[in-house]
């Protein structure tokens, strides 16, 4: 086993906002029936929050829960135990229709941070970013550009971002590009 | 001559002058100008040369309605054509080069068009080129490639950068004049979310030129104390230099922001293209001055009267010295009053009217300007600028009755509104006779979702011209369109403007009303694509009845102002040349932009390293390093070929393809798709999308399997391996992973909703290492861990385990007939395993390879391809794979197409291996000819080649394809003929040309 590494091994860019690939993130898909309890009891049991709304993020730290649709949930853990936390909701759903999948190393994540990191992500995606419509607890899943991604903010001024690994230089180039100096729209 | 007056000027800074070139001339301007006021400042009256027929061309106007005062702007990188100079914003340092003249503006060979207009009429593009055909290639499309077109195109790329912005808003106001204004503030009261755009850099539009007093102050004061008010708002948001640029389906608006054009030394983007959603649309987008049709109303000199006195009052500029203005209405009478004012002489005001005009003709009168009614222009004289003006009466063919020397013209042929922001999407327009122009239609409006208008007009925009009756209907217009958002707007009434009354227009659609001939085919309707009255006129006697033909045969509003100043006259003539009403003709279609938008402003962040998105493996820069040619694979990137120094592509594909069959290969396969199926219902749901029977498979064996359209068609291929009861990992093609991962969503929410099935895409979570070759096992039991023996792990077996320390997944499969091993890791240790296989493989012969030596070696051994031997119209019977088919399940995706009959005609064409006689390679997708020729004369085809290759282990070309009868004809010669004229002999054998029995593998 070597260390393992993040597809841009934690690159930065300053602009007008921070743009930073944060490096590993345990992630699991979940998939089932997510109005059961026995599926909210070991969601919530291995990610230490309550299930999330439709469209919401419940995150403390690494560990959270995003609704990603009516039958998928976004399990966040610290790297190191995602291997155990994914074999822990299996072990816990065994006999329920349901399926979890370590999706961490598909994966890159961001961060877009700053007073102005509404505006780089309203570059990008076609989402009402003001304070008054998106806002930390909120999730949305859309397209970056030209690629997929998916968003929830950790505080007012941060976004964090998950998209798939093989585009994350490209993701990475187009924040960095959105940041630029001088490109601050002065809206929210 | 026109020159920089002492006075005036409010949108100038005097106290700072700054200098800019046109045509290499140094001349000087300052802050506040526009490259237009700075060039009539400096007397430069001719600021270009028409498009058809080259002849001299002033400013027309002040606005975005500009059609001859195009110049080339800028150098190098910032270069770019056919910018405006009136909506140009002077800034030090400007380079500007006048366009569509050879060798100089002042001296132009083009010129001669113009003394052969007769033989150059409407239609002369279709007239013209068409006989004799063969004239097309060689005569007159160079010719006319070399005339089209206004401005240079640019030669370098494009040094600015773009981007685009995403914002929603409730109440989007386009337009910052008074009315957008007014219309602005009653919304944003409700508390409703507006966004104001203004398509210049000041607010207020036009009110300040035009005067008026509101509440008892000056219009400025309205305009200021409003524009405070809405500052100070937190839920409004104003921006300048920002042109609505288009309205599209619910509510759905592009606006056009210029941030950077006017301070070009300024860092961040040049343009921002504002993608803006908004739940009601308020267009207060003013109106446009329309020209008079007489003749040489396209001499330099001659100008729209309102635009005369926005050049005086705004820029404190006078356009001549010795003024003529012909009108049809009263506001003309506003320029004369205002030139006078600043000291100029106006000659003459010719009101085609028999009773002339109201209060404002009095006090022009009052002035002591000399007025004259019932007048008309017959025809203007002068070159490259405005000499002198016969008059004649309006109600005849043009006879002079007198001629004055002068050095300027003013015209006003009435008012239209910009409807084009309501039109884009739907909006419908009505018939002012009153006032002789089409408005919006209240009860026809562009429609949302909902059924509902959800696009509001304001102002002058909506036919209200005059500023009390624009500011009643700019706060009625606000207040409905917060009713339509949601809100409730607050009781007020409009501003109290005071208005001077104005006489009646009267439509005068050529001047003199029945000029003859010679006049009518010097009287200009498009300036910029040099259409004519006598054009218009003669479309229509050539039988172009409808508005949209005529502009298209005549080009009449098809240049880049999109016939701003040139639609209304136009249509007007072709109706009275059509003998029916206006409103009958109609009018051409509005399309967005409003004014032409930068490409680059389109095209937005998408350029340079993020003009699309890129997927790169974990070993990307490993391959990058180790000289990858890279092949676009969907929008992966993959070695084509790892080419070392002193080798050609090719020489790498060969000793790859030999070190490989030799000695040990390593292929980056992380790009293949991996979807994970899951549920007690999966094994069924995979014997309905694979063709072959996938539920009988046992837990840790693999299977090949393939996949078709419910039209019968193959579509993708890869290897199940079943993990266990519940759960299978499918392999796909790499450009499959995503489509067929959508097509089993389908099935699953759409069909068998309630099969108990999740599926997932796991593609990214591995780099996956196909590790093939002789030496395959050896490499991988040095690294050591898990037994990996061929009675351990068979062939189409898999197992779980550690190689090297590694934690990983080993597929016992091969795509190359060679002893071959696929080895997943996590995504976050490929590079660290590739490595490390490269490093223990070294005394074995390790190298890696790429994408075509995969496709040799799969050729060798006959193995298919999807989108090689498949095209979207191959089943699998095509491919000799009936094998892969079960007989015993009663249906699957694809199974009652296959039984169509169609798809089992006997002469469908089927797989085989070709094989020249000499040893050559195919010509890729080469027919082979059969006897006879078709209905249309082409040589009859009995297949065609669908892979083709140079096999370094055979040392001879090898080739599959698609022939008529093709497995019963072994040994049969068919003929390739190439696209080169030469025809290539090659022989019918079996597609499997290596090791037929498979023992390289089981090893």
Known sequence: ?188 | MSKRLPTHGRLIDRSKRIGFTFNGKPLAGHPGDTLASALLANDQMMVGRSFKYHRPRGVVASGAEEPNALVNMGQGAQFEPNQRATTTELFDGLVSRSQNHWPSLEFDLGGINKHLSRFLPAGFYYKMFMYPRAFWKHVYEPFIRQSAGLGQAPRDRDGDTYEHFNTFTEVLVIGGGVAGLQAARTAAQSGARVLVMEQTADWGGRAPVDGGTVDGAPVERFIEQTLAELQAMDNVTLRSRCMGAGVYDHGYVLGYERLTDHLPMAEGPRHRLWRVRAKQVITATGAIERPLSFAGNDVPGVMLAAAMRDYVVNYGVAPGQRIVIATNNDDAYRTAICLKEAGLDVLRILDARNSGGGTLMNRARALGIRIDCGRAIAKVGGGKRVKKVQICAQDGVGGALEEIACDAVAMSGGWSPVVHLWSHCGGKLIWDADQAHFRPDPDRPPTGADGAGFVTVAGSANGELSLDAALKDATEAGKSAAVAAGFKPRRGKAPNATATPEAALEPVWLMPREAHVGLRSKSWLDFQNDVKVSDVQLAAREGFESVEHTKRYTTLGMATDQGKLSNINGLAILSDALGQPIPATGTTTFRPPYTPISMGAIGGEARGDVFQPIRRTPMYDWHAAHGADWEPVGQWRRPYAYVQSGETVHDAVMREVTNTRQNLGLLDASTLGKLIVKGPDAGRFLDMLYTNMMSTLKPGRCRYGLMCSENGFLIDDGVVARIDDDTFLCHTTTGGAEHIHAHMEEWLQTEWWDWQVYVANATEQYAQIAVVGPNARKVLEKLGGMDISRDTLPFMAWADGQIGGFDCRVYRISFSGELSYEIAVPASQGLAFWTALHAAGQEFGVMPYGTECLHILRAEKGFIMIGDETDGTVIPQDLGLDWAISKKKDDYLGKRAQARSHMTDPTRWKLVGLQTEDGSVLPDGAYAVAEGRNANGQRNTQGRVTSTYHSPTLGKGIAMGLVLDGPDRMGEVLEFPDTEGKSHSAKIVDPVFFDKDGEKQNV
């Open chain 1, 1 to 188: 086993m070597s260390e393992p590494v993040s597809a841009l091994n934690k690159a930065g860019f300053d602009g007008i906002a921070h743009v930073q690939e944060i490096g590993l993130q345990g992630m699991i898909t979940l998939r089932g029936n997510l109005a059961a309890k026995d599926l909210k009891a070991a969601a919530s049991a291995v990610a230490g929050v309550a299930m999330p709304g439709v469209n919401e993020a419940n995150c403390e730290g690494e560990r959270g829960l995003c609704w990603m649709s009516p039958d998928e949930l976004l399990v966040l853990c610290p790297y190191d135990v995602v291997q155990a936390n994914t074999a822990q909701l299996q072990q816990a759903l065994t006999g329920t229709h349901a399926l979890a999948v370590n999706v961490s190393d598909a994966r890159a994540v961001f961060r877009v941070s700053g007073p102005v990191a509404r505006e780089v992500m309203a570059k990008l995606c076609p989402v009402d970013l003001s304070p008054a419509a998106f806002s930390p607890g909120m999730f949305r899943r859309t397209r970056m550009a030209q690629v997929p991604a998916a968003f929830w903010m950790v505080d007012e001024q941060t976004f964090q971002i998950v998209c798939f690994r093989s585009v994350a230089q490209y993701v990475f180039d187009l924040l960095s590009v959105a940041a630029q100096p001088g490109s601050a729209v002065n809206l929210f």
